[in-house]
């Protein structure tokens, strides 16, 4: 398999997932977004709504309102668990990350044609020795990455569906964002657009609970 480094700590995997698993990976998320239904998060404080549309698997979900960004176990609408992380997610990680326990938040973004994603660092975990994997799929995007200051240099990379994109060690900080959507790139959903799913360790792992610690 291709395995770019577009900057240290950041790598990309084109055509990771191939087009069966991206196929069921779909059906999946259907059954996710059942259980837990998109929700349309809002700026903290502005309360301004997000042009993506969110929702969350595993033990954790990462939301964001009025109050401020955070990760809970609960659906800030329905107030159920998330549903658990589909098998091709968890594959996903162990194959990529190179992280010796499981993720335990994917969150999941729906984008239209028009969507995107203002340039950002992931930093509401406790644990940046992990790192964040994410996957694409639907129509190609272009990212655009920097340094871990606002207002640097960046770079710009298009996401293909089944695409693969790890930020670990000096990049596990650095900004990022979706510039916009090629509409109509990829055949994968029936209603054109694009999904992303990011995974991620939240909590510091018990270090106690850690073979290779244990006595
Ligand atoms: C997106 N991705 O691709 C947004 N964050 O729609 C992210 O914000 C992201 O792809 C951290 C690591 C990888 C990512
Ligand atoms: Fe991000």
């Known amino acids: 398999m291709t395995r770019l480094v577009v900057a240290p700590g950041v790598v990309h995997w084109p055509g990771y997932l191939p087009p069966a698993a991206q196929t069921a990976l779909v059906a999946d998320l259907r059954e996710v977004a059942r259980i837990a239904p998109f929700f349309q998060p809002r700026m903290p404080k502005t309360g301004k709504p997000f042009s993506v549309r969110m929702t969350n698997c595993g033990d954790l979900g990462w939301v964001s309102d009025e109050t401020g960004y955070r990760y809970q176990p609960l659906h800030p609408a329905t107030g159920a ?19 010796p326990h499981p993720p335990e938040a994917c969150l999941v973004n729906f984008y239209q044609a028009d969507a995107k994603m203002g340039l950002h660092q992931d930093r509401d975990e406790q ?6 994997v994410s996957l694409s799929l639907g129509d190609t995007a272009v990212f655009r990455i920097g340094g871990t200051q606002r207002g640097g240099k960046t ?3 298009k996401l293909a569906s089944g695409d693969a994109l790890l930020f670990g060690g000096e990049a596990r900080l650095a900004y990022h964002g979706i510039d916009r ?28 609970a850690s073979s290779s610690l244990r006595a």
């Open 155 to 157: 770079v710009s990379l």
């Open 127 to 132: 644990d940046f020795d992990a790192p964040v």
């Open 81 to 99: 668990p998330w549903p658990p992380m589909p098998a091709i997610l968890k594959q996903a990680w162990r194959d990529l990350a190179g992280y």
């Open 181 to 208: 959507i090629l509409a109509g790139s990829s055949a994968l959903l029936p209603q054109s657009g694009r999904i992303n799913l990011t995974l991620r360790r939240v909590t510091k792992p018990d270090a106690c």
